[in-house]
């Protein structure tokens, strides 16, 4: 418990640290944002530099930057110097992380950056820092004590840098109107885009494997039409195709404890839930997910822009999928 105690310390510290770096946050930042924001406009990208633990962290934002949809590429300062430079252009903007804004090496390829036409954008904890005074604008982060007990290694100054380039890529994220179907886009491989990649249409169930009865229906025939279709629901439809509405295996099994006597030839009309919940074929995936949560149902009706029945979702189906 003593070791936790101390790990609950130096949490403390890097919170309180956190919280002094929120509260700086200003017009400095959102400077920053639009001269991000302008680089981008013109086709330009973000160019992350840090020496030693920022270099690390700038890996970490640069990622993230790129994964939001804001174009951003590493940038060793020492390799610059040997021919990476060629990666800066005039339209990109050098993002450049020193918290104490001296980082020898840093420093040295701001003349080269400046002749290159590219704009600086300083990430640091030093207002007066030469870093700072260099650049075209600056985010300030004022972190006065690390969690280190001699106050030396990195560590609340590059969690907060961390956490403030996590700010700055979803700021730009919504100010540049990226959307889910972007991000997907852009995860096209793991588990986040196959959830919004996936549209109803590639997971609902249809022809045979629809089951489908008309509103002059028996009971009987929606046992026989879920039988045949292998499913638990089934959908009541009028004459032109429109959805009335659904009966499932649930209701079956209500109304066979609730009634006495043979319910096969009720009218199915006068046992279904009239106006379901529904889904359009374009909606994503992830949007079905959770409709079942929610409603906590295992069936979902599936209409086109006529409110005709095309298909239907079964939660069952939805592991196969990868989406659960």
Do not use: W, Y
Not at 32 to 58: E, P, Y
Not at 300 to 306: E, M, R, T
């Amino acid at each position: 418990m003593k070791m936790v105690k101390r790990a609950r310390k130096i949490l403390d510290i890097e919170i309180k640290e956190l919280q002094r770096v929120r509260a700086q946050l200003g017009k400095g930042f959102s400077r920053a944002v639009q001269v991000i924001l302008d680089g981008l406009n013109r086709d330009g990208k973000i160019v992350v530099a840090g020496v030693g633990k920022s270099f690390h962290i700038g890996q970490k934002i640069a990622a993230t930057l790129a994964s939001t949809g804001s174009p951003s590429v590493t940038l060793h300062p020492s390799q610059a110097m040997h021919g990476d430079i060629g990666i800066l252009g005039s339209r990109d903007v050098l993002l450049a992380l020193s918290h104490s804004g001296e980082s020898a090496e840093i420093l040295e390829i701001l003349p080269v950056v400046k002749r290159l036409g590219a704009t600086i954008v300083a990430m640091t904890g030093v207002a007066e820092s030469a870093l700072a005074r260099a650049s075209d604008e600056v985010i300030l982060i004022p972190v006065r004590r690390e969690a280190c007990p001699f106050n030396m290694a990195p560590t609340a100054s590059t969690t907060a840098m961390l956490a403030v380039g996590d700010a700055l890529a979803i700021v730009l994220l919504e100010t540049r109107g990226f959307r889910k179907e972007d991000f997907a886009k852009l995860h096209p491989g793991g588990a986040i885009g196959r959830t919004l990649l996936l549209r109803v249409a590639d997971i609902m169930r249809k022809d045979k494997r629809l089951a489908r009865i008309g509103t002059h229906a028996k009971v009987k025939d929606a046992i026989l039409a879920m039988t045949s279709a292998r499913a638990g629901a089934v959908g009541i439809v009028d004459k032109d195709g429109k959805l009335a509405g659904i009966f499932t295996d649930g209701d079956l099994r209500r109304l066979i404890t609730q009634r006495s006597g043979a319910i096969a030839n009720l009218p199915i009309r006068t046992v279904m839930t009239r106006a379901p919940i529904t889904v359009r074929t374009e909606d994503l995936a992830v949007e079905v997910l959770k409709i079942f949560e929610d409603h906590t149902i295992d069936d979902l009706l599936v209409v086109d822009g006529k409110h005709r029945l095309v298909g239907m979702v079964d939660i069952q189906d939805l592991p196969k999928f990868k989406i659960m």
